[in-house]
């Protein structure tokens, strides 16, 4: 990550990949001056709150992204934070996948598609529109509007997500969760084209499956190979990615 990216936010930080983002940007040779970590319920997230207690650059922030009220909150304290440098990556990292069947057309509910579509696509859309102010005023700091990770808006998605992969391979049902992440890659590229005359980079990044608590024990990759795969992908930022579905090995993957 270059020097001059001093902030970062990351939504969904209490575990899993977005703890895993923290770690690892704190490893960082040249580590941000604030890495603002949000999750819904801050006083049970205790990996990351000892992490915060050693690591004074790390602030803990509520945000529960069904929840307007916290993403106001959240904005607030956000902008106190990083002053008038602004905000320089905003990482779109929470989501839900319930991966209790297998979430076909027999399974599914009106109830379980909203809810998967109010956390991975409508949450994210609206945390970005908040939060776009502080990521405009780091790119106005910018020396040309080349995109480059100092200014950037990132969204986690999925390859679950790609119509040409799924028509083509199949890649499980999950309804729920494939039809959301479509629609989340789409808001990215729709983002891509808002934001480029503003020399914001967008990217979706879909970070492999990965042994967490979504991706189960047989996934094929650990969380510390996503997180540093996807980390080199947001510091190799350029118009070449820009608006794309790219994987954690920097691969652009067909939507």
Known sequence: MAPSVRSVLITGASRGLGLEFVKQLLALPSAPEVIIATCRDPT???SLQD???S???VKVIKLDVQKDEDIENAYKETAALVGDRGLNILINNAGQYDNSDDGGIYKTSRERMQRHFDVNVSGPVVITQKFLPLVKMASEQKDSKDLN????VIIISSAKGSQTLTFDYGRGTSMHYKCSKTALTMAAIV????????????AAIHPGWVQTDMGGPNANITKEESIAGCLEVISAASEESHGKLVDWQGQVLPF
């Open 44 to 46: 049970s997230a205790t």
């Open 51 to 53: 992490i915060a207690k």
């Open 55 to 57: 690591h004074s650059c």
């Open 149 to 152: 990770s100092q200014a950037a």
């Open 191 to 202: 983002l891509a084209h808002e934001l480029r005359e503003a020399g914001i980079y967008v």
